[in-house]
């Protein structure tokens, strides 16, 4: 099959901003290079989030060394009571989602182990992924039930993110890497979440998971908007079109997508307003 045919295909029946281009007008003008043409089709949908990736970029991104190297999940006490879960990019390969999801799946039963008064979740930097680790990883902190959704071009539902029993399921498929059934100590503790420019895209996602739970608040600088979610297609030369087809809505059926979300608390030291907040919220118990 043609290349730059199979992805202006998949543009125009798919992609979330589909209705904003003349596909007919543009497929008459489009360069004869195919990835120049598939990438001509992604700028005129003005989507951020949509992207392609040739085979050498596949192979960079997603080799070996690539996966050895991607960071895990660290925390430790802060302020002395507080527990600061700092949650990483994943690098959306099966064997290091396992690990990513075990490694902080381990250190959120240690840190609750020490009674910590609060949670910090550190999401600054984090330019996205794979969402299903990161939410499962804080699962003890986010609780059973609907988390968010995505939406598509219509406003229809296109899938709800649902806790159970430690397992994250968009609607009855469950996309753990493997189940964190832990209960924390305290049941409902006052959580903070930090975000900066670099929070975008799966970073977003479980910024909005926590969006509507009693007792948090979010600290820092603005994310980068991009807040929609993507699905990967494989092309016929071995590249690969990353393709923005829907939005992200918050448990309250709240629509995000490519404005930055503001922090309830704008901070230069995200994390000692979150410090801040938390012993005010300890002391007032």
């Known amino acids: 099959m043609d290349v730059a045919r199979q992805a202006l295909d998949l543009l125009e029946q798919r992609a979330l901003?589909?209705?904003?281009?003349?596909?007919?007008?543009?497929r008459r003008d489009l360069p004869a290079d195919p990835h120049t043409a598939i990438r001509t089709a992604i700028t005129a949908l003005g989507d951020p989030h949509t992207f392609l990736l040739t085979a050498a970029d596949l192979a960079e991104a997603f080799g070996d060394e690539a996966v050895q190297n991607s960071l895990m999940p660290s925390g430790e006490i802060v302020g002395e009571r507080f527990a600061l879960i700092r949650i990483p990019e994943t690098p959306s390969v099966d064997e290091a989602d396992l690990r990513y999801t075990?490694?902080?799946?381990?250190?959120?039963?240690?840190?609750?182990?020490?009674?910590?008064?609060?949670?910090?979740?550190?999401?600054?930097?984090?330019?996205?992924?794979?969402?299903?680790?990161?939410?499962?990883?804080?699962?003890?902190?986010?609780?059973?039930?609907?988390?968010?959704s995505f939406v598509d071009a219509d406003g229809e539902s296109a899938g709800?993110?649902?806790?159970?029993?430690?397992?994250?399921?968009?609607?009855?498929?469950?996309?753990?890497?493997?189940?964190?059934?832990?209960?924390?100590?305290?049941?409902?503790?006052?959580?903070?979440?930090?975000?900066?420019?670099?929070?975008?895209?799966?970073?977003?996602?479980?910024?909005?998971?926590?969006?509507?739970?009693?007792?948090?608040?979010?600290?820092?600088?603005?994310?980068?908007?991009?807040?929609?979610?993507?699905?990967a297609h494989e092309l016929a030369d071995g590249s690969m079109l990353v393709l923005t087809e829907v939005r992200e809505s918050d448990r309250a059926g709240r629509l995000f997508g490519t404005d930055p979300i503001v922090p309830d608390e704008p901070a230069h030291d995200a994390l000692q307003a979150a410090v801040t907040w938390l012993e005010s919220r300890s002391e007032g118990a």
């Open 17 to 26: 901003n589909r209705r904003r281009v003349d596909w007919p007008a543009l």
């Open 102 to 148: 075990r490694t902080g799946a381990a250190l959120v039963r240690d840190l609750d182990g020490q009674r910590p008064d609060g949670w910090i979740v550190d999401l600054r930097g984090n330019t996205g992924g794979n969402m299903y680790p990161m939410l499962t990883v804080l699962a003890p902190l986010l609780g059973d039930g609907v988390l968010g």
């Open 160 to 231: 709800q993110w649902i806790l159970r029993d430690g397992v994250v399921h968009q609607d009855d498929e469950p996309l753990s890497p493997e189940p964190h059934p832990h209960r924390l100590a305290t049941a409902g503790p006052p959580i903070a979440v930090l975000t900066d420019g670099d929070t975008m895209s799966a970073g977003e996602a479980t910024l909005i998971a926590f969006r509507g739970l009693p007792d948090v608040r979010t600290f820092g600088a603005p994310t980068a908007g991009l807040a929609t979610g993507n699905a």
